[in-house]
């Protein structure tokens, strides 16, 4: 294993890009549309079971557990791929956060939703499945999420959704190490808990 986690698995989950690219370092996309606080999410238990169901904005000013992925994006060079949310974010607007990440909506799944993510925010459908990494349970540092994240490698470059993300770039990990000690404030919350765990994974 190459250092901290980012070493290229058995089989690269090359992604095929769909729609018009970003440069290798990343570029910036226009304002997005923001987003819909009516959009349904299953609302679960302690246990991650479903107990009923609530729209976005709901579940959000309430703090009630819901679900959610992760995940980080690496290339051959070992470098990480990173976003910054879109100004128009309901939570953490304009934050870096993981490769890609967003909320399982009512009636999917984790996995469904973790390709769905990818396809929408980077324009990347994996040749191979993602990787399961490892699940955290609902606490306040993830928002009452439970997350599950994954890993998958890439090349790039990508296609960047607007009213998702404002822009991305390579990190080499340690790169990110001195960025997070210096500048917290510039992550979004759940980066924060995430990124020393994927980092202390051999």
């Known amino acids: 294993m190459a250092e901290n986690g980012f070493s290229p698995a058995r089989r690269s989950a090359r992604c095929r890009v769909t729609r018009a690219l970003t440069g290798r370092r990343g570029a ?29 904005g709901e579940v959000h000013a309430r703090g009630l557990r819901h679900r959610a992925v992760h995940v980080f994006v690496t290339n051959r060079a070992g470098e990480v791929f990173l976003h910054q949310r879109s100004l128009t974010k309901d939570t953490f607007p304009g934050r870096w956060n993981s490769s890609c990440a967003g909320h399982v909506g009512a009636g999917d799944d984790y996995d469904e939703t973790v390709l769905r993510e990818l396809e929408e925010e980077l324009g990347c459908v ?31 470059p990508f296609r960047l959704e607007p009213a998702e993300i404002q822009r991305g770039a390579w990190f080499a990990p340690a790169e990110v190490d001195r960025w997070l000690a210096a500048r ?12 020393p765990q994927v980092r202390g994974m051999r």
């Open 184 to 195: 917290p404030d510039e992550f979004a919350r759940s980066f924060l808990f995430l990124w």
């Open 126 to 156: 994996p040749a191979a499945a993602p990787r399961r990494l490892f699940k955290i349970e609902a606490r306040p540092e993830t928002g009452e999420e439970f997350v599950w994240v994954y890993r998958v490698e890439a090349e790039g």
């Open 28 to 56: 910036s996309t226009v304002p997005g549309v923001g987003q819909d606080l009516s959009e349904l999410f299953d609302v679960v238990d302690e246990h991650d079971r479903v107990i009923g169901q609530a729209p976005r």
